[in-house]
């Protein structure tokens, strides 16, 4: 297996197209599959010497971070902090700081496990992927992205995420098996917009509830528009329950999700307040 270690996105991508190598990130998940044997790439492309990739900066428009960025990088990032509040969140508890130091935001997309914990909260907030492959770059709708099977061609490198500076508040908030190193069995994310005392546009996004992290089109239109009160939480935990029992179905798993849901997002919803500074 051959190993290169590209100085710029031009350049990972030409070599991505005359090796058929595959692109390392944080490696917390490639890596492991490997020692597995589950996944025997050709080569591999590693990523952590291209600078840009890291950035986390703010513009006009959005919060833009690179796709190198890791869990410890965002979780330590004021500007994270204030303007993406559930994704800051979701930082926190992501595996151990080991885990946070290597794993990254591009990686956790670029494997996508149901259970990923950045992906429900750049759902939530409206992010969109930057991709970049030898046909060129391309910007589309995370939501979109992960509708597509496969999720990704071959030699495409996910170059970051921009976030649009129009979700006021957020939160986040998830379910694992210990409180420390959990990986998610059921993760929340909602941002919405306040207009008045009325949550105004609303997005709600869900993890470890399907083949992938999702953004519910029924929890937006149900809670979008509403006064944002304890009737509207009690509201959406209602319909929040409605969504994973469409999208679990009869899975073992399906009568305990069901019923755990109700307190993950009244978690996230929590969180979301008392980060717009709404519990006082």
Not at 105 to 125: F, H, K, R, Y
Not at 143 to 164: H, M, N, R, Y
Request: hydrophobic share 45%; with cysteine.
């Amino acid at each position: 297996m051959k190993y290169y270690q590209p100085q710029s996105v031009n350049e990972a991508i030409e070599i991505a197209h005359s090796s058929q190598g595959m692109f390392l990130a944080g490696g917390t998940d490639l890596v492991l599959q490997m020692q597995k044997r589950k996944i025997q790439p050709k080569a591999l492309i590693d990523l952590g010497r291209i600078p840009e990739l890291r950035d986390i900066k703010e513009t006009k428009e959005y919060i833009e971070i690179g796709s190198m960025a890791t869990f410890s990088d965002m979780g330590q990032n004021q500007l994270i902090a204030e303007k993406a509040a559930s994704l800051w969140l979701a930082c926190q508890t992501m595996g151990s700081p080991q885990i946070r130091n290597q794993a990254t935001i591009g990686g956790n997309l670029g494997n996508c496990s149901p259970a990923a914990d950045g992906l429900p909260p750049l759902l939530a907030l409206g992010a969109e992927a930057v991709l970049i492959s030898g046909e060129g770059e391309k910007q589309m709708p995370l939501a979109d992205l992960l509708e597509q099977t496969p999720l990704l061609s071959p030699g495409t490198l996910i170059v970051g995420f921009k976030i649009p500076k129009i979700y006021q508040l957020s939160g986040f908030a998830k379910l694992g098996r210990r409180e420390a190193l959990a990986i998610a069995r059921l993760s929340v994310a909602v941002a919405l917009e306040l207009d008045g005392s009325k949550a105004g546009k609303v997005r709600v996004a869900l993890g470890a509830v399907g083949r992938r992290a999702f953004l519910s089109d029924s929890l937006a239109q149900a809670l979008s528009q509403r006064e944002f009160n304890e009737s509207w939480l009690e509201l959406g935990i209602s319909q929040v329950q409605g969504v994973v029992r469409a999208a679990l179905g009869d899975r073992a798993s399906a009568p305990y999700k069901r019923v755990a849901v109700a307190g993950v997002f009244r978690e996230a919803i929590a969180s979301l307040r008392q980060q717009g500074g709404l519990d006082k």
